[in-house]
């Protein structure tokens, strides 16, 4: 076998990256492994402020991986309670600025967003950990989610399966280790859409949006979210009528009690071999 030879610092790697999927970027990078260096460049995820504009109102600014952003201009309108259904948003207008991404949307006279008063309204930054950043009120920040109409039970050999398969669902997470995931699967666990973002609950947005634009039922499947599980993301899965939501990680105290009230099955700690319901486990049938 040939000795492996260190490149030392400054000497270009001859590695080819393969297509970078959208929302990931390539940069340069010194790397060191066991005391020696080499420049080479590495999968970087976008992280790009964009502007929520309502007829002509600014709303918000977030904090986004700029991949998505139709099907994510329309879930945020859903899940922030913007407007009621899809037909309201009438259109979106994309500027790539200097400073970031404005999105500019045109919605129906009769929705919530056409109302906004730009003086008192969401304003402030939404970064891309947070979910209610730029809410000046109490009231406005916890916001109690309508209960889940449907009361489908789930098979858990079903979610099981969709949990096992998640990880092939995600590119950008694969090629930079730095993205969340929100996932939609069929009551058989297949995943049938899943999206990806910086931020857990643009995210759900995103999915929200794509199951929206796909007209897909929210209460005939499973909601999979590879983070934890917030209050907001009980609030959003609650907003478009999804009735179960299994995140990889622990859920907090709120959103338990959110869960409960909302009739939504929320399970924390999700694996393809083992799972924690923390609310409405009657939702969970044996095979």
Known sequence: MPERVARPLGYPSRMTLPANPPGVVQRAIERIRDGHGERTEDRI???????????????????????????????????????????????????????????????????????????????LPGRGSCGICGTRDLEDAIRQPSPVVAETSFRASALEQALAALSQHQPMNAATGAVHAAAWADLDGRIILAREDVGRHNALDKLIGAMARAGIAPDAGMLLLTSRASYEMVTKAASAGIGLMAAISAPTALAIELARSAGICLIGFARPHGYNIYAHPERIRAD
Do not use: C, H, K, W
């Open 45 to 123: 995820a976008e992280e790009t402020p964009i502007a929520m504009l309502y007829n002509g109102v600014s709303f918000a600014v977030m904090m986004t991986t700029p991949a998505d952003l139709g099907d994510f201009a329309l879930g945020f309108s859903l899940s922030e309670g913007l407007i009621e259904s899809p037909a309201q948003l009438l259109a979106i207008e994309r500027s790539d600025l200097l400073e970031g991404i404005q999105l500019a949307m045109t919605v129906a006279p009769e929705a919530a967003a056409a109302r906004l008063d730009g003086r008192r309204e969401r304003l």
